[in-house]
């Protein structure tokens, strides 16, 4: 079964809908810098290869992915291109509306660039519930993964760090630069944290300023956290562990 719906023509999506019980998966990422390392199009692919793996274990649709989130701290580096927020809102929600008029009623939408597209995610989750009549449910892999990273020896959640480095090295270790990758541990600050698996995390969360973002620049070429710790079968297991939990979240819907 090939699980995209770009890949498929519009009457084989009948026996595709009824199969998925009216559900599909929309992949969301963005197109940002990921150090000297990792593709820019990292975040997009990780919610990719989320989506394909776990729409082939439940039989359900998987949307063309969004390409594009809200990036506007990583502009400091070339290839990044940013999409204000309420542009964002109103394209997914044109996803889900027209999805939602050829008879799609769930959606899982998955969240490949972490904290910063979620809020405008929300957003466009409620105004779809409450116009469209859908069920809507995010599905966000750092918040996915808390119970196992400390377990897999990884830092805390930074950007082009171990974590996401790990993961893209065993999907796609052609993309992976290893020799390019330099360290850059987060800093600790009281009270605030992005990192969902640390308990003061109060998910305060604003993006970095230009000059803030330029240090991370200077110190590691846009890395924040340690690359170095990158392996392949913690990789695996980190996604298989969120492959397991997103097929779990379709059988909720689907219930």
Known sequence: MNVWLQDNSWDELAELKKRAQNLIII???????????????TDT????????????????????????????????????????PEILIEVLYDVIDSLQKHGFSKFVVINGHRIVNIPWMQLTAERAQRLLGVKVVLFDPAYMSKTIVS???????????????????????????????????????????????????TLCYVPSTACDMQKSVDAAGGT???????????????HDHLVHNLVAVIWQLQG
């Open 151 to 201: 377990s897999l020896g990884y830092g805390p959640v930074g950007h082009s760090e171990e974590i996401e480095t790990s993961h893209m090295l065993y999907k796609h270790p052609e993309l992976v630069h290893l020799a390019k990758a330099r360290d850059n541990p987060p800093a600790k600050h009281n009270l605030y944290s992005v990192d969902p698996a640390y308990p003061g995390d």
């Open 27 to 41: 992949p969301v990422g963005s197109t940002e810098q990921h150090g000297g390392h990792l593709p820019l199009g």
């Open 224 to 238: 924040t956290g340690s690359p170095s710790k990158t392996n392949r079968e913690q990789g695996q297991i980190y």
């Open 45 to 84: 692919m990780v919610a990719m290869m989320l989506a394909e793996d776990a729409a082939q274990q439940a039989g359900v649709v998987v949307a063309p992915p969004l390409w594009f989130g809200w990036s506007p701290h990583h502009m400091v580096l070339p290839g990044t291109i940013t999409v204000r």
